[in-house]
Structure formats: structure tokens, C-alpha cells
């Protein structure tokens, strides 16, 4: 998204948009059904739970991270990830927010 566009929008419809972009792909929901089963998980681990390659692995926690779902410590030679539970609940919060609003078809669109 363009510079001078991205201040059209609110700062809660940015944050919404970064967080359906992290959760667009399956890898990186089961990633988070993952470390939300464990509370706490390294990458190695991860590529040994999902039918993907480390670098894969790797990218789509790069783009969770990015989005501020997750968070990693490093420990040793490992890093370890975890669910950013203040990110988290703002991000259910934004999402539940938009399904809540509701919607009510007088007519068919269609």
C-alpha cells in the first residue's frame, strides 16, 4: 500500500488489514494453533509439526512477527516463539469488532 493512500485509512482498519494479511495463509494458522497448544515453541519444533521445509517455516514466522502475533526470545542457538498476548487480544478485538457490526440485507445485492 502506497504512502500517501495509507493515510486515508484509520489507524484500527491498518492494524486490522496487517493482521487478515498474517493470518491469510494456512501455514501460518497452524503455526499459531500450534504455539497457542504448546505456549511456547522453537522453530525446529515447528518444522517438525508441519509439512513444510524450515525455510518456509521460517518466512511465515518472520510474517506473524512482523504483524506483532508472536514473539521470540532467543535461547541458546534456538529462538523461541510465542503468541504476543497484548497483539493478540487487540487483533481479536479489531476482528471480532468488524463481524459484530452486523449486517442486514433488506434486498438482494445479487
Avoid at 542457538?77 to 449486517?103: P, V
Amino acid at each position: 500500500m502506497g504512502t500517501s493512500k495509507i493515510e486515508t485509512y484509520t489507524q484500527k482498519e491498518v492494524k486490522l488489514a496487517k493482521y487478515a494479511k498474517a493470518l491469510a495463509h494456512p501455514a501460518r494458522v497452524a503455526i499459531l494453533n500450534l504455539l497457542i497448544k504448546k505456549q511456547s515453541c522453537i522453530c525446529g519444533v515447528l518444522v517438525n509439526e508441519l509439512p513444510i521445509s524450515q525455510s518456509t517455516v521460517s518466512q511465515h514466522l518472520k510474517e506473524l512477527k512482523e504483524a506483532d502475533l508472536i514473539q521470540g526470545e532467543i535461547e541458546g542457538t534456538s529462538i523461541c516463539y510465542c503468541i504476543n498476548e497484548k497483539e493478540w487480544e487487540s487483533a481479536r478485538t479489531l476482528i471480532t469488532g468488524l463481524f459484530d457490526k452486523g449486517l442486514t440485507i433488506k434486498t438482494k445485492c445479487c
